[in-house]
């Protein structure tokens, strides 16, 4: 069976043929690789998605889960990774409740919940392919109706180094690029292509990744029909080689999808700018998130005149890893009292920066419980973001005085309270209370 799947009509030409076409993808804007694996926003989404499943594990655990898909912690982070662009769209099908076929049976069922459960914690816990590959083949044997291979989408989110993300066009790139069979819904066939998947990923990792999401991608995009994959047995290579080049003709021009992409992360730091010039003007230290300081605006870097390091009581705290990618801080002067927390939402989830800004106020410091957070969104979103709060995941949030701070007031507001404002009254007077 393994054998099968991951045998390969591959030779050195087809080993050549496939590093052009890497070069060629990685090469174009509108590629998963540069649209998606080299986005900024993917790795702040990691700690955010990873604490949501330790929450589900909770919530199963204590019996409080619920038989219900719609409005459970299980739905909040399976929304959040399907929002994690084009490669993991449609990642919250596989966990949505049919109830014609009644499942996946992990709802109705409180013993496959809990054996969901326990799989979930237990590759939380594990840090080698071989214990991973155990639990799922303990999950595998108990049959759950409906509970395949797109657990892995979690799971790649948890060690994305030895799980590959998984969908049906990542199967369908696969098969093309390596003339394997590989099954839908099969946990079986899902880890004899994941062997198949780290062999071709040693073969061209000077081009890919130790990450696994970006050959992941590779094989998204090519299962998408967006790019060719190369002929197995080196018949019509000259075929290939014009299809091959229609495609990187069509990257030269970005689609409209990849230029709303580019117009929302310019937005995204214009609204970080307008922040650190304001808290500058308000006589802050200001702290910009650790993996955008270097995103040049105005000609200059983001981070420019504000914190290089955050300081000692907070790079050393227990939440410190997810605080220091907040968008913006605003800390008191010479300080390490954080007066103000801001999470620029532009049209992703607002899960993630929720959970930043959880880790900031539960640090466990005096410090920050006291310090103004800040949801920063389109004018639109409001009702969008009250809706997304009232999801039981989000329940502690009511303990915290967060506001909504839109885009208009903010550019209204911005210059006037920069020269007459002081401290953060002003900043809430143009905000609304969120909880």
């Not at 050549?16 to 174009?28: M, T």
């Not at 970080?272 to 304001?278: K, P, S």
């Not at 890893?321 to 989830?349: M, N």
Request: glycine share 8%.
């Amino acid at each position: 069976m393994a054998a099968q799947i991951d045998s390969l009509s591959t030779g050195t030409d087809h080993d050549g043929l496939v590093r052009r076409l890497i070069a060629r993808w990685r090469d174009d804007p509108g590629a998963t690789y540069r649209s998606w694996f080299l986005w900024d926003e993917r790795l702040k989404n990691f700690r955010s998605i990873r604490r949501g499943i330790t929450q589900v594990v909770g919530e199963i655990e204590r019996g409080t889960f619920g038989v219900a898909y719609r409005g459970s912690s299980l739905e909040t982070v399976v929304h959040s990774v399907a929002e994690q662009r084009q490669i993991f769209k449609g990642a919250d099908h596989a966990f949505l409740w049919k109830p014609k076929l009644r499942i996946p049976d992990i709802y109705e069922n409180p013993d496959n919940q809990r054996a969901f459960g326990r799989l979930l914690d237990a590759c939380s816990c594990c840090d080698t392919a071989e214990e991973i590959i155990g639990h799922i083949h303990a999950i595998d044997r108990l049959k759950i109706k409906g509970l395949g291979p797109a657990v892995a989408n979690l799971l790649y989110f948890l060690h994305p180094t030895l799980v590959p993300p998984f969908n049906t066009a990542i199967v369908n790139g696969y098969n093309a690029l390596t003339g394997a069979n590989v099954k839908l819904g099969s946990w079986e066939h899902f880890l004899a292509m994941r062997t198949g998947i780290l062999d071709l990923n040693d073969r061209h990792r000077d081009l890919l990744s130790n990450d696994l999401g970006a050959i992941g991608g590779l094989l998204f995009d090519v299962g998408s029909k967006r790019y060719p994959a190369p002929p197995l047995d080196g018949a019509e290579i000259g075929d290939w080689s014009t299809r091959l080049e229609a495609a990187r003709e069509e990257a030269r021009t970005l689609s409209k999808a990849a230029q709303r992409d580019g117009e929302n992360e310019r937005t995204h730091t214009e609204i970080q700018a307008w922040l650190r010039d304001l808290g500058l003007a308000l006589g802050y230290d200001v702290w910009i998130a650790a993996n955008d300081r270097s995103r040049s605006f105005a000609g200059a870097p983001l981070g420019h005149g504000c914190l290089e390091r955050l300081p000692d009581t907070i790079a050393t705290s227990k939440g410190a890893d997810s605080i220091r990618l907040i968008d913006v801080l605003w800390l008191e002067r010479g300080g390490d009292h954080v007066a103000a927390a801001f999470e620029v939402e532009h049209s992703t989830s607002i899960y993630s920066g929720i959970v930043r800004m959880l880790d900031l106020a539960l640090s466990g410091s005096d410090l920050h419980a006291t310090a103004g957070l800040f949801l920063v969104a389109p004018d639109a979103r409001e009702a969008d973001v009250r809706a997304q709060l009232q999801r039981p995941a989000f329940s502690r949030v009511a303990d915290l005085d967060i506001s909504y701070l839109p885009y208009g007031e903010l550019e209204k507001n911005r210059e006037a309270i920069a020269r007459f404002g002081s401290g953060l009254k002003a900043i809430k007077a143009v905000s609304s209370k969120l909880a």
